[in-house]
């Protein structure tokens, strides 16, 4: 069984300021790692993906995750953040071969003026 | 290529009636995934189907929750004799088959509102 654990639930950060989303997943077999936002009453939109090869993996709206297998985590980074990037952040993992996507709790980036 | 379309957008039930939800794939995805996110929570994986199968269940209450994936038409989530703690949004997401999986594609969501 596989799980995701995403360590902070809310994230309050300065406009401009970097920030780091962390997450960390459980498996016994090879996944794919992904980051979604979900901003208030909408669906989720796909951030970004790692599936193979390098593993900094970079996204839309700036974002940019690194795999970590040994430490089996997947933290989520902006170096600059902007007041439209408050939203809810999901990281999620599902393993190669298999379809069910797992979802950890999310973390509500909350960024201030 | 329409992206999942998920109706209706809002749903409001009374105690005890029966909500149907729809949801139509991606064009040549055979895959059908079904999430509840509770107000405040995360998105929980409740069903995953392909067309005329269920292929994983484990996450769909054992009572009044059903969903089919029909050889035509779209998939439906139903949920019979609805009660206060149905109220939630309901996700579908849907992917190619498999061999061509590099990640699920969500519509935009079914809200239940159950009065």
């Known amino acids: 069984a596989q799980s995701v654990t995403q360590l902070d639930s809310q994230v309050p950060v300065f406009e401009e300021a970097p920030v780091e989303l962390r997450c960390n997943y459980s498996s016994s077999v090879s996944v794919y790692l992904f980051w979604y936002v979900q901003y208030p009453n909408q669906g989720l939109q796909l951030l970004l993906k790692?599936?193979?090869?390098?593993?900094l993996v970079k996204g839309i709206n700036g974002f940019e995750a690194e795999f970590n297998k040994s430490q089996t985590s997947f933290h989520l980074r902006k170096p600059s953040v902007h007041i439209s990037d408050t939203a809810e952040y999901f990281c999620?993992?599902?393993?190669?071969?298999?379809?069910?996507?797992?979802f950890g709790a999310g973390t509500r980036l909350f960024v201030k003026a | 290529n329409a992206g999942v379309m998920q109706n209706p957008r809002h749903l409001v039930r009374r105690r005890g009636q029966e909500a149907r939800l729809r949801c139509s794939p991606m064009?040549?995805?055979?895959?059908v995934y079904w999430y509840r996110q509770l107000p405040e929570e995360g998105l929980k994986f409740m069903v995953y189907l392909q067309k005329e199968n269920i292929i994983d269940e484990s996450g769909m209450p054992k009572e009044r929750f059903s969903a089919e994936f029909p050889k035509e038409g779209p998939s439906i989530l139903r949920i019979q004799q609805v009660v206060r703690g149905d109220s939630a949004a309901y996700f579908c997401?849907?992917?190619?088959?498999?061999?061509?999986?590099?990640?699920?594609?969500f519509g935009q969501g079914t809200r239940l509102t159950v009065v």
């Open positions: 997401a849907s992917s190619p088959p498999q061999g061509l999986y590099t990640e699920a594609f």
């Open positions: 064009k040549g995805h055979s895959h």
């Open positions: 999620a993992v599902s393993s190669k071969g298999g379809f069910k996507t797992i």
């Open positions: 790692y599936l193979s090869g390098s593993t």
